[in-house]
């Protein structure tokens, strides 16, 4: 394991689990469509680093096809059995997940089409999403793509305001903070990508409302539930106060006449010199 990798803040448990499984079915469509933009070519090599329960290997599976091969690259061994089995029940044969360090794969240099990362970078320190960005960037052949997707909380609005809203927001921000998280990494994706040496190198942002029975819309109770450990010994708060305000912001966010602009979700891509 690289000496530069941090542990998972919202740790290996179920509920954390079944939280990346809906946030993942949430992304998709956005993924689909930076990979159309991207082009990838039947046959191609591509790995999903950090790619927790499932990722985005089902649609680099769909479009590398038969030929293809698609490696999931993860470090919690839960996860690596959840994508294991979530492989085999959507008959995924092109597909391998493998238990690694996505700062230190191990996997051959020089060999990979496309090699991709969602949300990883957001969990890290600077000088580990450095050395993540080096180590995804051998990965490539040359002329190869990297392509990354981060959040970034410029756009994260609930309206009305609600004081549970803004106490339990400002509480997740300073325990991820904390954990060595950056919730705002997203707007720098495309000048990591050229200071990486990446060409040609493209941007997209997509922003939603969040709307009522979306993973999305209670994404922030969602995180606090994973990290309810961390929030209730960061302090701030107990636990039945924590306990109060969850249920009424679950309550707000119920309320059909309450907007949640969601965080914008950011895209960058770049190709690896020929
Ligand atoms: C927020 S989740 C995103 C999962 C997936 N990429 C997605 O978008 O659905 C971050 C994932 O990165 C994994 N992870 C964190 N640090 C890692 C490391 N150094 N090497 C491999 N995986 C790591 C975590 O275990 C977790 O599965």
Request: charge should be negative; aromatic fraction near 6%; proline fraction near 3%.
């Amino acid at each position: 394991m690289s000496s530069l990798s941090v542990p998972y803040a919202l740790g290996g448990t179920l509920t954390e689990q079944q939280r990346l499984t809906a946030q993942a079915r949430g992304l998709e469509e956005q993924a689909a469509w930076m990979l159309d933009r991207i082009g990838i070519e039947q046959g191609s090599r591509a790995v999903d680093v950090g790619c927790g329960p499932i990722g985005i290997m089902n649609l680099l599976s769909e479009r590398v096809g038969a030929r293809g091969t698609v490696i999931g690259v993860e470090r919690e061994p839960r996860f690596v059995d959840m994508a294991r089995t979530a492989i085999d029940e959507r008959g995924l044969r092109n597909v391998k997940v493998i238990h690694a360090d996505a700062l230190q794969t191990g996997l051959e240099k020089n060999a990979y089409d496309v090699v991709h990362e969602r949300l990883l970078l957001i969990n890290l320190p600077p000088a580990s999403q450095e050395a993540l960005l080096i180590e995804m960037f051998s990965l490539l052949k040359p002329g190869g793509i990297i392509a990354l997707q981060e959040f970034d909380s410029a756009s994260y609005v609930c309206h009305p305001e609600h004081p549970s809203w803004t106490l339990l927001l400002g509480t997740w921000n300073d325990v991820f903070h904390a954990a060595g998280g950056n919730e705002f990494v997203g707007r720098s994706l495309a000048h990591r990508l050229q200071c990486l040496g990446a060409e040609n190198v493209e941007m997209k942002i997509h922003v939603e409302v969040a709307q009522i029975g979306e993973y999305r819309r209670t994404h922030l109770l969602s995180l606090i539930e994973s990290m309810y450990d961390l929030v209730l010994a960061s302090a701030r708060i107990s636990q039945s106060e924590l306990r109060d305000h969850m249920s009424a912001l679950s309550a707000h966010l119920a309320d059909p006449s309450t907007t949640l602009i969601d965080k914008l979700v950011v895209q960058a891509w770049g190709r690896r010199a020929i």
